[in-house]
């Protein structure tokens, strides 16, 4: 299979982003609501006040004051998030911690358990059972029973064509779809994501199957330490068997109604019939990194997800150093303090967990990163950036062999 291909022909933005820099002395989170098995069109009078207060306010949150732009007025989603990805901070949220189905913004969770597991070159050949139990109507990347692929070929199918047949091969390399649904949901746990409940690993519609923009906005900060992650998020195309697979997320390839949008680097969108559209995006603009995740615009215009996400990434980047946030995205649970602090705290046997997938120099939190060139995020060899000095996680690249 030849090289992915990633968007070109632009110059060099930023060599480096720390995509993982929180404040460690957060308020307590607190916790979610139960699951609903049915969710309404309005949002609870009650939701997680994960990350903050005011995040679990039903309605818009945002401070605005002299100099700050005011927010886009057609915005139709039900929920949306716009986060500083550096920070963590929360510039401004609709609905942030509403449970809604995901859709295919669900395969972040999935990419960030699974990734580290499985060496892109190991081979698997596909068998009739790997294919079993998928939905009616499912998006597919062609994967055929009897053919061989790489993992490396199964991620592109993933992240490019949401297929949800590379899904369920994958998934069976990993003992199958109840353990996956098992470690996705530990995973979820891990990263405080609260408002989240997996039901499949693929994002089709189940009843039950729910998260919300805030968690989305974890899944991809927490995957984008990663560089595999990084990589297959940004890819525009890649050869797939004798064929070419183009990337869905029309911010990063374009469509006729929607120019790739300057900076942008991934991440993940989606779309079935409970979700309506759904979209988490990363991008990058004068050295300063946005997330923002939109859920389910109301506006049935094409592509409107991405336009929505456009207009909120504008108003971020123009209202960044200048808006006070309304909440932060909370660190996993593996990097919080110790409730014990010591003198060890933060090396090796401290009773820390390293956060697999990530990179970083034991005891002094520097790392490979990614740097935005073009448009699409990539590896800088030797390049480096700071995750956070406060944060105790030494080894962060020790990888999680299989059973």
Not at 349 to 366: E, L, Q
Request: one cysteine or more; charged letters at 20%; glycine letters at 10%.
């Amino acid at each position: 299979m030849s090289a992915p291909k990633k968007i070109g022909g632009r110059s060099l933005l930023v060599t480096s982003a720390t995509l993982l820099s929180l404040s460690v002395t957060a308020p307590a989170a607190l916790a979610a609501p139960g699951p609903s098995a049915s969710p309404t069109a309005t949002p609870p009078a009650r939701m997680s006040a994960v990350g903050g207060a005011r995040l679990g306010q039903p309605g818009t949150q945002v401070n605005l004051a002299p100099g700050v732009p005011v927010l886009p007025k057609d915005l139709t989603a039900r929920s949306w998030i716009v986060t500083d990805a550096e920070s963590g901070e929360v510039l401004a949220a609709h609905n942030a911690h509403w449970r809604l189905p995901p859709a295919s913004t669900l395969k972040m969770l999935f990419a960030d358990t699974l990734l580290p597991r499985f060496p892109k070159e190991e081979k698997h050949k596909v068998v009739p059972s790997d294919l079993a139990g998928m939905g009616i109507g499912s998006s597919v990347v062609g994967i055929k029973e009897g053919h061989t692929y790489s993992v490396h070929d199964l991620w592109l199918g993933v992240f490019l064509r949401s297929g949800n047949d590379a899904v369920h091969v994958l998934s069976a390399m990993n003992e199958g779809v109840p353990q996956t649904v098992k470690d996705m949901q530990d995973h979820a746990d891990e990263l405080q994501a609260q408002d989240t409940h997996v039901v499949s690993p693929d994002g089709y519609d189940e009843p039950g199957q729910l998260s919300s923009a805030y968690d989305l906005a974890l899944f991809a900060r927490s995957g984008l330490q990663k560089k595999d992650f990084r990589e297959y998020c940004s890819t525009v195309s890649a050869k797939f068997e004798s064929g070419e697979i183009r990337n869905t997320n029309r911010l990063l390839s374009g469509d006729t109604d929607v120019p790739v949008y300057q900076g942008i680097a991934g991440v993940k969108n989606g779309n079935t019939t409970n979700a309506g559209a759904t979209f988490t995006g990363v991008a990058e603009r004068k050295g300063r990194v946005l997330l923002v995740t939109v859920m389910h615009p109301e506006k049935p215009e094409h592509n409107e997800v991405y336009k929505e996400t456009a207009k909120l990434f504008d108003w971020g980047f123009q209202a960044a150093g200048k808006v006070k946030p309304v909440g932060e995205l909370v660190p996993p649970k593996s990097a919080l303090p110790s409730p014990e602090p010591s003198a060890s705290a933060g090396k090796a046997g401290s009773g820390v967990k390293p956060v697999a997938g990530a990179t970083a120099d034991s005891g002094s939190g520097i790392g490979t990163a990614a740097a935005i060139a073009g448009g699409a995020l990539v590896v800088l060899a030797g390049a480096a950036f700071l995750i956070n000095r406060r944060w105790p996680l030494p080894d962060l690249m020790r990888r999680r062999s299989r059973p």
